[in-house]
């Protein structure tokens, strides 16, 4: 049974969900550590949002590691391959970057082990998801069975928790929750091919998503985007 003061890993890329998922970490009482990637992604300005949002939302740590996924590529995120302009379309899209998810997991859950914590929060949503099949419900319980079965704590009985508190949430509720927990969305960068200074393409398939978001919970978004 979780207590005020547990210990969680949250998974924080510097985007809309991840900030959110932070705020709901804190809100249920956790103290948290946060963990962000370098893993060679070109929208590499949302590290910073990372940072600016493990600051103000109080983390005990945040810990930037490198994981040269552009090596691998297969993905318009990490490789010479364009990104999309318009609306996600059927299937899993071109931004899908192979084995993601489960990658910063294992990281995180590395981390978690070794902070004695027992919780990894990510901002894992399948409502909203794009086609991407690492945000699933069926994958998270899939790697917290895994998770309890390949470390040290999880087999001498201090089991792992992955938490996805956005996994049903459409955009608009997302937003909805993190105003109520006074995320500052005007530091989150959701977009996936961002411009100098980190301004929002507004066309992505990741910005259509978010901006389609706050429309339909009756807010502006406050993030700085190129003219659209």
Do not use: H
């Given at each position: ?41 070109r929208h590499r300005f949302e590290l910073e949002l990372a940072a600016h949002q493990a600051r103000a939302q109080g983390a005990l740590r945040h810990m930037v590691l490198q994981v040269d996924l552009r090596a691998i590529g297969g993905s318009a995120l990490t490789d010479d391959l364009a990104v999309p302009k318009e609306a996600p379309g059927e299937g899993v899209p071109v931004t899908y970057v192979p084995a993601r998810n489960a990658v910063f997991l294992s990281l ?121």
């Open positions: 049974m979780q207590s005020r003061g547990d210990l969680a890993v949250v998974l924080l890329s510097g985007g809309m969900d991840s900030a959110t998922v932070l705020a709901i970490a804190r809100e249920e009482g956790f103290s948290v550590c946060s963990l962000a990637f370098d893993y060679g992604q995180g859950l590395a981390w978690a082990e070794v902070l004695g914590a027992r919780a990894i929060f990510v901002g894992a949503n399948q409502v909203d998801y794009s086609g991407y099949p690492d945000c699933r419900g069926e994958f998270l319980r899939a790697f917290e069975a895994m998770a309890n079965l390949a470390t040290r704590a999880g087999t001498e009985g201090r089991p792992f928790q992955v938490r996805a508190p956005l996994l049903e949430l459409g955009k608009a509720d997302i937003i909805r929750r993190g105003l109520a927990l006074r995320v500052d969305y005007g530091k989150t960068l959701t977009c996936y091919d961002p411009g100098p200074g980190g301004l929002a393409c507004g066309q992505c398939p990741a910005c259509r998503l978010r901006l389609r978001g706050f429309a339909e919970a009756g807010v502006p978004d406050p993030a700085p985007y190129a003219a659209r």
